[in-house]
């Protein structure tokens, strides 16, 4: 099959000729386009390379996409040659390669991160982190995953404000804003880039810094994919020990004590920016109830800090499993509570901080919830988590995002649902479930005046519009960045994954 591409590749060598109309550059031939530029860094269906790379996406939804090839491209001029490829057609303003970037392929929706009957560029081979010789600037390769990153650290005494599971990418994750542990300290995940390494829809290989396409830089900062594909983040990086931190179990029957824990906890949280919580409610096969599952962390080794001290309280505990530990053992631990390979769905809003209006939502959720239990391998999850007013005083100390928050919104909460489950068929009830609760959940913190316009890109559904939660001022940057550095418009029309700005 190959030497039968190899031939007409080179005869295309990533151009089109004039008798070929665009009708004519079918998938095939942007794959064979690649082939005869990239080799064996280009597979197809049923090779072991490209059946690895399938078998590396999170949700089973991504999985079942079947590209016509997957590029797996080992550094930036790679990715420029493979851009190059797909981005020449007959006529400058006529595109029809459509395709993907993947980076962890973390994000659970089918097309997320993966197309079908298009190309797939997967930069998993890309992983390499580095630190600079003045320690200060970790330079983190676009197809890492945070274990990565923190086991790499760890061994050298010092930390990035990363992301919270150890089998999440650092590209998605940061792109799209990012919420670490540290963010109290350092404000979201893209607050610490000092610098991006993008490859533009031309081909060309930049970097996007304060002082060089300032623009852009800004636009990247929860802009997600749409500007072009970033080959390298090169983060803020500080001295870092072991930490505090681990989940403790608890009955559902301690639900109204938890709530008021946790509303007086994200007040606080601006007194000790060391600290961090998920507040979750979960409920697998197999139980009867929910439970209620926090995760804690304290970014510094001192075991059972004062401002957790309500929550340590509360019992009975069903499990303990905090300790003195190191980053990559705590995010190796949250993963385990988000295995790989089932189907899924997500939502998110935010609301403001109050006990009533939280423990509304949760009657919701378990109203919703509780007629999916007889379905197969189900597991939902819902976590409140703290956004306190020093994470965005963190965020415009370090040059601001382009998410839209700002200290004026105060104290507020994201609320995360997670529905997962095994068989296909049971999709349209997942999704319909999931859609009923964010409708009621709006509705009902609408009418209070407690309803937030943001949304957290990462936590999203397909069918959310995160970018709009920027705010108008926000999103017209972003276009306007994006018609600057794509004026065809190449990572809104030929990739249709992710959220688009127009």
Same mark, same amino acid.
């Given at each position: 099959m190959k030497a039968h591409i190899v031939v007409l590749g080179l005869f295309l060598m990533c151009t089109v000729d004039a008798e070929f109309s665009q009708e004519v550059l079918a998938p095939k031939s942007c794959c064979s386009n690649l082939f005869a530029a990239l080799g064996d860094k280009v597979s197809f269906l049923h090779e072991a390379a490209y059946n690895v790379s399938?078998?590396? !996406?999170?949700?089973?939804?991504?999985?079942?996409? /079947?590209?016509?090839?997957?590029v797996r491209p080992n550094s930036p001029g790679d990715v420029s040659t493979a851009i190059k490829c797909l981005t020449k057609g007959e006529e400058e303003h006529l595109r029809t390669c459509q395709f993907a970037i993947k980076g962890g392929g973390h994000m659970m929706w089918a #097309?997320?991160?993966?197309?079908?009957? =298009?190309?797939?560029?997967?930069?998993?081979? &890309?992983?390499?982190?580095?630190?600079?010789?003045?320690?200060?600037?970790?330079s983190v390769?676009? =197809?890492?995953?945070?274990? $990565?990153? !923190?086991?790499?650290?760890? /061994?050298?005494?010092l930390a990035v404000s990363g992301g919270r599971d150890s089998n999440v990418g650092v590209a998605g994750l940061t792109l799209g804003g990012g919420l670490s542990y540290f963010?109290?300290?350092?404000?979201? *995940?893209?607050?610490? *880039?000092?610098?991006?390494?993008?490859?533009?829809?031309?081909?060309? *290989?930049?970097?996007?810094?304060?002082?060089?396409?300032?623009?852009?830089?800004?636009?990247? @900062?929860? #802009?997600?994919n749409n500007f072009g594909v970033v080959t390298r983040f090169d983060f803020r990086t500080f001295p870092q020990g072991n930490i505090w931190g681990g989940s403790i179990g608890y009955e559902i029957s301690t639900k109204d004590q938890q709530l008021d824990a946790f509303s007086h906890f994200t007040d606080a949280n601006n007194d000790d920016s060391y600290a961090a919580l998920i507040h979750a409610y979960a409920w697998m096969d197999g139980h009867d109830d929910w439970l209620i599952s926090n995760t804690y962390a304290y970014t510094k080794p001192e075991a059972y800090p004062k401002i957790f001290? %309500?929550?340590?309280?509360?019992?009975?505990?069903?499990?303990?499993?905090?300790?003195? %530990? %190191?980053?990559?053992?705590?995010?190796?631990?949250?993963?385990?509570?988000?295995?790989? =390979? $089932?189907?899924?769905?997500? *939502?998110?809003?935010?609301? /403001?901080?109050?006990?009533?209006?939280?423990?509304?939502?949760?009657?919701?959720a378990d109203t919703l919830l509780g007629p999916l239990k007889n379905k197969s391998g189900l597991r939902y999850a819902m976590a409140y988590q703290t956004m306190p007013q020093c994470v965005m005083t963190r965020s415009l100390a370090s040059g601001g995002n382009a998410l839209g928050l700002v200290p004026e919104d105060g104290?507020?909460?994201?609320?995360?649902?997670?529905?997962?489950?095994? @068989?296909?068929? $049971?999709?349209?009830?997942?999704?319909?479930?999931?859609?009923?609760?964010?409708?009621?959940?709006?509705?009902l913190a609408a009418g209070l005046? &407690?309803?937030? @316009?943001? @949304?957290?890109?990462?936590?999203?559904?397909?069918?959310?519009?995160?970018?709009?939660? !920027?705010g108008h001022e926000n999103r017209e940057k972003l276009r306007t960045a994006s018609r600057k550095y794509d004026p065809d418009q190449v990572f809104q029309k030929q990739v249709p994954g992710g959220y688009k700005l127009f």
């Open positions: 399938l078998a590396s !996406y999170w949700s089973q939804q991504e999985q079942e996409v /079947a590209p016509s090839c997957i #097309g997320a991160a993966n197309i079908a009957a =298009g190309v797939t560029i997967d930069l998993a081979a &890309m992983n390499n982190v580095s630190v600079n010789a003045a320690r200060t600037i970790t390769a676009a =197809g890492a995953i945070w274990l $990565d990153v !923190y086991s790499h650290l760890d /061994a050298l005494g963010a109290p300290r350092f404000g979201f *995940v893209c607050d610490n *880039v000092v610098n991006y390494e993008v490859v533009l829809a031309s081909g060309e *290989v930049v970097n996007s810094n304060a002082s060089s396409r300032s623009d852009l830089f800004l636009a990247l @900062k929860g #802009g997600s001290a %309500t929550f340590m309280s509360i019992t009975p505990q069903i499990f303990n499993q905090v300790r003195i %530990t %190191t980053m990559t053992a705590l995010a190796i631990e949250m993963d385990g509570s988000n295995p790989a =390979g $089932d189907r899924q769905v997500y *939502v998110t809003v935010t609301v /403001a901080n109050n006990v009533s209006l939280l423990s509304q939502v949760f009657a919701i104290n507020i909460v994201l609320i995360f649902l997670d529905i997962s489950w095994k @068989k296909s068929a $049971d999709d349209k009830i997942m999704n319909t479930q999931a859609r009923s609760f964010l409708e009621q959940v709006e509705t005046g &407690m309803l937030h @316009k943001w @949304k957290y890109l990462n936590y999203a559904a397909q069918w959310q519009d995160p970018i709009a939660g !920027y």
